[in-house]
Nanobody, 112 residues
């Protein structure tokens, strides 16, 4: 079981940026898929972005062009760069490895 620890959340104004990190307890080089999810209050958890086998990258339509996922296998860390943040991006963001292991989440609040 991979231990995942997210960080980088916080309070940001609309139009601002945040970069989330997900540090894994072991090598992520062979872990696929490697995903970021989010869950807003009263809503179901949704897939935001991720890597599948062959380093194929995908994004939810709602974040395309604003969010960028990346990974540093040497640091066992996955990142989510979030730009042009909107109110509706407010949620707890979770890292997921191989569709089985979850981090504890990091809160992102977009508010003026």
């Amino acid at each position: 079981q991979v231990q995942l620890v997210e960080s980088g959340g916080g309070l940001v104004q609309p139009g601002g940026s945040l970069k989330l990190s997900c540090a894994a307890s072991e090598s992520i080089a062979s872990i696929n898929p490697l995903n970021w999810y989010r869950q807003a209050p009263g809503k179901e958890r949704e897939l935001v972005a991720g890597f599948s086998s062959g380093d194929h990258i995908y994004y939810a339509d709602s974040v395309k062009g604003r969010f960028t996922i990346s990974r540093d296998n040497a640091k066992n860390t996955v990142y989510l760069q979030m730009n042009s943040l909107k109110y509706e991006d407010t949620a707890v963001y979770y890292c997921n490895a191989a569709e089985t292991d979850w981090g504890q989440g990091t809160q992102v609040t977009v508010s003026s």
